[in-house]
């Protein structure tokens, strides 16, 4: 059985995950991958999230073809092993722990960056280098059964979120602190996601090739837009060239396209686990998948963010 992703995280993990785990239950498939990418602040951060979500759903692509291969093949029975195959628990197990050590990384890096922005601004610097490095080590390196790689990243990628939060909502607005935006962008990241896990459910959409090529291509033109727009604020030497965080119209409209590819984003993630257990992969891969979901959390987290900034005066 073959299956394609739009997140580059769990694409990687796609080929990886066949090669070690198609072995028990389904021995007419071979690997399973994939990756995922995250969000930025401003350009920079922006450029940065794209790369990483690019980076994803180059990895779920791989998985995808390792799968068909060995669905193309059925003589070849894969040697026998005692690793465990992943569960669905395996996956919200390793995905809680994930979250949880993103929020409390994040909530040190809000109250540093509260009471020192130079120290915020570094923050989200490094946490935004530092999580995209990690990424595409989890994605090119074939580490996606290593907790450390996943919970480092947790960690780095919390420093920027907490950093990012309190720039974007951490200010006074006709003096009284505009925190509640940041309560708002939870709750709507809480919905949507919940409410995409019961359109996957109900096979109201369904993932399918097709479906995953349109997702992969809005998603890479989107992070086509945000580096011409990066480089061309440099060479005019003018901050967000093309107005895409400026609270405008054309920012509104661009936060919102991020907010529903982001959205959609999920089923392919979803799709992911399902046909990760299905395959039989070791349940070490959990940790892979967890990175995945926590890429696409963080993304449509920071989007709803900031398009809440832009209505908060």
Same mark, same amino acid.
């Given at each position: 059985?073959?299956?394609?992703?739009?997140?580059?995280?769990?694409?990687?993990?796609?080929?990886?995950?066949?090669?070690?785990?198609?072995?028990?239950?389904?021995?007419?498939?071979?690997?399973?991958?994939?990756?995922?990418?995250?969000?930025?602040?401003?350009?920079?951060?922006?450029?940065?999230?794209?790369?990483?979500?690019?980076?994803?759903?180059?990895?779920?692509?791989?998985?995808?073809?390792?799968?068909?291969?060995?669905?193309?093949?059925?003589?070849?029975?894969?040697?026998?092993?005692?690793?465990?195959?992943?569960?669905?628990?395996? =996956?919200?197990?390793?995905?809680?722990?994930?979250?949880?050590?993103?929020? +409390?990384?994040?909530?040190?890096?809000?109250?540093?960056?509260?009471?020192?922005?130079?120290?915020?601004?570094?923050?989200?610097?490094?946490?935004?280098?530092?999580?995209?490095?990690? =990424?595409?080590?989890?994605?090119?390196?074939?580490?996606?059964?290593?907790?450390?790689?996943?919970?480092?990243?947790?960690?780095?990628?919390?420093?920027?979120?907490?950093?990012?939060?309190?720039?974007?909502?951490? +200010?006074?607005?006709?003096?009284?602190?505009?925190?509640?935006?940041?309560?708002?962008?939870?709750?709507?990241?809480?919905?949507?996601?919940?409410?995409?896990? $019961? $359109?996957?459910?109900?096979?109201?959409?369904?993932?399918?090739?097709?479906?995953?090529?349109?997702?992969?291509?809005?998603?890479?033109?989107?992070?086509? =837009?945000?580096?011409?727009?990066?480089?061309?604020?440099?060479?005019?030497?003018?901050?967000?060239?093309?107005?895409?965080?400026?609270?405008?119209?054309?920012?509104? +409209?661009?936060?919102? +396209?991020?907010?529903?590819?982001?959205?959609?984003?999920?089923?392919?993630?979803?799709?992911?686990?399902?046909?990760?257990?299905?395959?039989? $992969?070791?349940?070490?891969?959990?940790?892979?998948?967890?990175?995945?979901?926590?890429?696409?959390?963080?993304?449509?987290?920071?989007?709803?963010?900031?398009?809440?900034?832009?209505?908060?005066?």
């Amino acid at each position: 059985m073959a299956f394609r992703s739009s997140n580059p995280v769990l694409g990687a993990l796609n080929r990886q995950g066949n090669t070690a785990g198609g072995y028990q239950q389904h021995y007419g498939q071979q690997q399973y991958e994939q990756q995922q990418g995250q969000n930025p602040y401003a350009q920079f951060g922006q450029a940065q999230a794209g790369f990483a979500q690019g980076a994803s759903y180059y990895g779920q692509q791989q998985v995808q073809q390792e799968f068909q291969q060995y669905a193309q093949a059925p003589g070849q029975m894969p040697l026998q092993t005692t690793v465990r195959a992943i569960t669905i628990d395996d =996956v919200v197990t390793k995905t809680g722990i994930t979250l949880g050590v993103i929020i +409390v990384s994040a909530i040190i890096s809000f109250i540093v960056a509260l009471r020192s922005p130079v120290a915020g601004m570094g923050l989200l610097l490094v946490g935004a280098i530092a999580s995209l490095f990690i =990424v595409l080590i989890a994605t090119f390196g074939k580490k996606m059964q290593s907790a450390s790689i996943t919970i480092s990243y947790a960690v780095f990628e919390g420093l920027w979120v907490g950093a990012f939060s309190q720039i974007v909502a951490g +200010v006074d607005v006709a003096g009284s602190p505009a925190m509640g935006i940041i309560f708002g962008a939870l709750a709507g990241t809480i919905g949507v996601f919940v409410g995409m896990l $019961v $359109v996957y459910r109900t096979g109201a959409i369904r993932v399918t090739p097709k479906f995953t090529r349109i997702l992969i291509g809005c998603i890479f033109g989107i992070l086509a =837009v945000v580096v011409v727009n990066l480089l061309a604020s440099l060479i005019a030497g003018r901050p967000d060239f093309f107005g895409l965080y400026s609270g405008g119209p054309i920012a509104i +409209v661009f936060s919102l +396209v991020c907010i529903v590819l982001a959205a959609l984003s999920f089923l392919s993630d979803f799709d992911s686990v399902d046909h990760a257990v299905r395959a039989g $992969v070791p349940a070490g891969y959990a940790w892979g998948l967890a990175l995945g979901l926590a890429v696409t959390l963080v993304w449509l987290y920071t989007e709803i963010l900031r398009l809440l900034s832009y209505f908060r005066d």
